[in-house]
């Protein structure tokens, strides 16, 4: 483990991950997103992959040597194999000017794998601290004498339900879709640091305590045995997996997840994709993780993994796209482009001329689920009237697309009742 030793380390830096991740990938290096103010003259930066393997590692290099913003923050863990190359680079590189490490980690990088592990908060060197990062420091250490209750700060996320106008539930099988966001009904997460890691039991969605057994009855007939909880737990420890798998250092902080939502259950609304949805959005925020770490366009891939392989909730895409997108968005989940870029193509419509919708839903509806359930297995099987089904719902949805940006509301309400 190579580190600088003017390196300010903050207390909830969590060196366990670092070194999870070393042992999972070999030679890494850790390394930070550039803020507007600091230039590339003053950092070694480095080049990667999708892999996120180094290609490039550049020695304090002009602002138009590459477009990275990606720079070392002199953190290094190296396999003991590797060790023996600083002999092979000191036998060929002999001038005073090749014997600093930056310039050691440029040839390194060409000779063997490294890879980048991102730390989402900013990295500092104590040499270098100006009067404004002083005082943002000394702010801070402040901060941290107060008791935590009065220095937290909520975040709250909220995410819509939506409706799906076309091509429902091809998304699962290769095919085509419309759906569209709706504000009327809403899950929304709030997050907030807190000692210990809590999860908040919804009051109506995760009861522990009823009136009587008919309360008890009439509750779990309407709302239930599977609450919100459970989805915020799968959606932390998805999280973590992810940052874990993906190089991305979390911060040691601890804290308390809290959900609201009123959209009504087991009727296609999507209520529990968006409380995962909303549940990420608070985890991304509070831990600094940003768009770059988590795409928007895998977004939705990464919901539907919570609920898939967490939870064993049967689904398909949609829903969570349209979640992360918002609005009125067209989906085509062709396998060409499943397989090619491992996502599908988004397109935002406008809806700002659709006509107005009338929601109908049942109050005491059956599960969905049971009723869709052996689609998948009759699709797999080679089923040709499923198989016909979905091509037949892609094409529907293509139709539509063509109507809703022509505005031809007559052919579209035709196709909207096909």
């Given at each position: 483990m190579v580190v600088a030793g003017d390196m300010l380390f903050y207390s909830n830096f969590d060196?366990?991950?670092?070194l999870d991740y070393f042992k999972m990938k070999g030679d890494i290096a850790v390394c930070y997103e550039l803020d507007s103010t600091e230039c590339t003259l003053s950092r070694g930066m480095v080049e990667?992959?999708?892999d996120k393997r180094i290609t490039r590692f550049l020695e304090k290099p002009n602002p138009s040597e590459t477009d990275s913003r990606l720079a070392s923050v002199v953190f290094y863990c190296f396999k003991k194999s590797s060790l023996a190359l600083i002999d092979d680079y000191?036998?060929?590189h002999r001038?005073?000017?090749?014997?600093?490490?930056?310039?050691?980690?440029e040839w390194f990088v060409q000779q063997t794998p490294v890879y980048e592990m991102k730390l989402p908060t900013r990295f500092q060197l104590i040499g270098q601290v100006g009067l404004e990062e002083y005082q943002r420091q000394v702010k801070r250490i402040s901060a941290l004498a107060l008791p935590l209750r009065d220095r937290i700060n909520p975040f709250s996320s909220r995410c819509f339900a939506r409706i799906g106008l076309m091509g429902n539930p091809s998304d699962g099988f290769f095919g085509k879709t419309i759906s569209m966001s709706i504000s009327n009904f809403w899950a929304e997460v709030t997050i907030v640091e807190s000692e210990k890691l809590v999860l908040?039991?919804?009051k109506l969605n995760d009861p522990t305590e009823f009136g009587g057994l008919s309360d008890l009855h009439w509750i779990s007939r309407k709302e239930g045995y599977l609450g919100g909880l459970r989805l915020l737990q799968a959606t932390c420890k998805k999280f973590y997996q992810y940052c874990a798998a993906h190089g991305i250092a979390l911060a040691k902080r601890n804290f308390t997840l809290s959900y609201e939502t009123n959209i009504p259950r087991q009727v296609g609304l999507a209520g529990s994709s968006a409380i995962v949805v909303a549940t990420l959005n608070?985890?991304?925020?509070?831990?600094?993780?940003?768009?770059?770490?988590i795409p928007k366009t895998i977004r939705p891939q990464f919901v539907l993994d919570v609920e898939r392989d967490e939870l064993f909730i049967q689904a398909g895409l949609q829903?969570?796209?349209?979640?992360?997108?918002?609005?009125?968005?067209?989906?085509?989940?062709?396998?060409a482009l499943m397989e090619t870029q491992g996502h599908g193509d988004y397109v935002h419509l406008n809806m700002s001329t659709l006509p107005h919708f009338w929601l109908a839903y049942l109050s005491d509806p059956s599960d969905s689920g049971r009723i869709h359930s052996n689609v998948k297995a009759r699709w797999n099987g080679g089923d040709e009237e499923v198989h016909d089904a979905m091509k037949q719902f892609a094409?529907?949805?293509?139709?539509?697309?063509?109507?809703?940006?022509?505005?031809?509301?007559?052919?579209?309400?035709?196709?909207l009742s096909s």
């Open positions: 060196i366990a991950q670092v990667m992959d999708a000191l036998v060929t001038q005073m000017d090749s014997l600093v490490f930056g310039k050691f980690l908040t039991p919804h608070c985890l991304m925020r509070f831990f600094n993780v940003t768009d770059k770490d829903d969570r796209v349209i979640q992360v997108y918002e609005g009125l968005v067209y989906m085509d989940f062709s396998s094409e529907l949805a293509l139709n539509a697309k063509v109507a809703i940006e022509q505005q031809d509301w007559k052919t579209f309400s035709v196709w």
